[in-house]
Nanobody
């Protein structure tokens, strides 16, 4: 069964850090671009970041640029989202997704429909 599983969410104080993980099972992530998305209560889901299949191109939403870092370890079939300097407005359910529709060296999070595999989400709450 093809599956993505997120982990690493939790409650953190403003200014704190969390590292989210996205582990794949049933398929290898080597040829997939990975995107991270989030959905806050009452809001639409939005793209946060993505990393291309080759790992040498990354893309970030303006709201997280300079604070979040996406990476991947294909040997572990896992992608990570390091989140630093967290703000209350980062509170959301975070989802990872995989897309085979991008060529190596490019990815975007503007079109969710190109991502064919999705995880179940992990809650991140930033609050004092």
């Amino acid at each position: 069964q093809l599956q993505l599983v997120e982990s690493g969410g939790g409650l953190v104080q403003p200014g704190g850090s969390l590292r989210l993980s996205c582990a794949a099972s049933g398929f290898t992530l080597d040829y997939y671009a990975i995107g991270w998305f989030r959905q806050a209560p009452g809001k639409e889901r939005e793209g946060v970041s993505c990393i291309c299949s080759s790992g040498d191109y990354t893309h970030y939403a303006d709201s997280v640029k300079g604070r979040f870092t996406i990476s991947r370890d294909n040997a572990k079939n896992t992608t990570y989202l390091q989140m630093n300097s967290l703000k209350p407005e980062d509170t959301a359910v975070y989802y990872c997704a995989a897309s085979s529709n991008y060529s190596p060296g490019i990815c975007r999070t503007s079109v969710e429909s190109v991502y064919g595999y999705w995880g179940q989400g992990t809650q991140v709450t930033v609050s004092s």
